[in-house]
């Protein structure tokens, strides 16, 4: 009787085991895909137009004359 019942739990255990390591493939698995997706929305760099950083053209600042810069202190500096 006791026999079966641990049979029963390395069942259990086996198949637990076994469970985690899907869910953890499948996990990875999705990781690795929004990896890829992140990689292809790189954004593209923009050179300041004052000290010459790149920038992420989301970060540049623009003037009017769509010259890019790193910071608005560099916008202004620009002008003077
Ligand atoms: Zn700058």
Redesign the pocket.
């Known amino acids: 009787m006791i026999v079966r019942l641990l049979f029963f739990i390395l069942v259990f255990a086996i198949g637990w085991i076994i469970y985690r390591q899907f869910a953890k493939a499948i996990m990875a698995k999705s990781k690795s895909v929004k990896k890829q997706d992140d990689k292809s929305h790189e954004e593209a760099m923009v050179k300041?137009?004052?000290?010459?950083?790149f920038v992420p053209t989301s970060h540049a600042v623009y003037d009017h004359n769509q010259t890019p810069?790193?910071?608005v202190?560099?916008k202004l500096e620009h002008k003077s």
């Open positions: 300041c137009a004052t000290c010459g950083t810069f790193c910071c202190e560099h």
